[in-house]
């Protein structure tokens, strides 16, 4: 997945007391989240531990960058599911860093996801996204990079799956996000079909059911069927979008002293992703009116602003839509905004 906007960051802050180390468990992620992956540790989650049914080691080279995934399975002792593991090597040889990790075709209705910090490894992924119920996109950001002549730690999807296949694939990409490797085959959980026992029916004494009497039907008149007149949505109607850093949108209403309202072209800037995301007002310009037909953006007299559509491109070249609630931070200048949700949309 080569830019999202929920591109979020977290740290684990690690207390040892004695030889162990504690940190937040794994956590659920569902259609549309995107949750901070703080590290777990089998001492954590003793489900975790288990046997190593499949081990194996992937090359891959793209962009500059050569190196290879470490994908396994491992087998739980505790109720005998399975959980997914992949660790990331970046040559000392490759030109540039790795920023993502992105799965497609990983078939599991519920899971947990979160990195292994009691394993050898350089860096963790700060954030996981899950764009549709087949797509996981694990970020590896602020620092957390996969420079060369390193690696990550292992990262994983704990499911309740007892069966695999190697079904899905994988891609990475370098901290550019046109930097993109080609698609990896990779495991996948799989749903054990049971079959139940078919149940016998007794044949049934046949019934003689006398002659009807037809009676002819009434002669029905159809209703003619309206075709509504489509919708066109003027060409110059741009909507909200996320790119890169930069959040644009074309046009937001602000009420102004005299009761009415007036318009502006808004661009604002990713200053913050941790604890939320939070963006820097860089641009404002007034605008005399909005285009028929236009999605307006709303900035209300509580110091909150809604943005009903804002576009972003996901891993897999397509785009995606959000809703998206902001609030201004109280005293800030140059004005600064706060994410206070996010949720996804047809459009």
Not at 225 to 251: L, Y
């Amino acid at each position: 997945m080569k830019t999202t906007f929920i591109a979020l960051r977290a740290v684990c802050v690690g207390v040892t007391l004695g030889l162990s180390t504690f940190c937040a468990q794994a956590v659920s992620l569902n259609e549309g989240d995107s949750l901070p992956l703080l590290g777990t540790s089998v001492a954590a989650e003793p489900q975790l531990a288990g046997t190593v049914i499949v081990d194996e080691n992937v090359p891959f080279s793209f962009g500059g960058i050569t190196g290879h995934v470490q994908q396994r399975i491992v087998k739980s002792s505790k109720d005998g599911s399975l959980d997914f593991y992949w660790r990331v090597f970046n040559d000392v040889t490759s030109t540039a860093a790795i920023g993502s990790f992105a799965l497609d075709g990983f078939d599991a209705a519920q899971y947990n996801v979160n990195s292994l910090l009691d394993n050898t490894g350089d860096g963790n992924p700060t954030y996981a996204f899950r764009g549709s119920l087949s797509e996981v996109l694990f970020l590896f950001t602020n620092g957390e990079s996969i420079l060369p002549g390193t690696s990550s730690r292992f990262f994983f999807v704990d499911t309740a799956a007892t069966d695999y296949a190697k079904t899905a694939l994988y891609s990475l990409t370098g901290t550019s996000s046109d930097n993109t490797s080609t698609s990896f085959t990779a495991y996948t959980p799989v749903l054990r079909t049971v079959t139940p026992t078919p149940v016998v029916t007794p044949t049934p004494t046949p019934v003689v059911t006398p002659t009807p009497v037809v009676t002819p039907a009434p002669v029905v008149t159809p209703i003619p069927v309206v075709t509504p007149a489509p919708v066109v949505t003027p060409s110059n109607c741009p909507i909200s979008a996320f790119s890169g850093e930069i959040f644009h949108i074309p046009f937001v209403s602000v009420p102004d002293a005299f009761g009415g309202v007036v318009y502006y072209k808004v661009d604002l800037k990713l200053s913050a992703t941790s604890p939320s995301l939070a963006f820097q007002l860089t641009s404002a310009v007034q605008d005399s009116q909005v285009p028929s037909g236009c999605i307006v953006s709303t900035f209300n007299s509580d110091s909150t602003m809604f943005v009903p559509s804002v576009s972003v491109s996901d891993a897999f070249g397509g785009v995606v839509y959000y809703k998206v609630d902001m609030k201004l931070i109280a005293g800030s200048s140059p004005m600064r905004f706060n994410v206070t949700r996010a949720v996804q949309n047809p459009k």
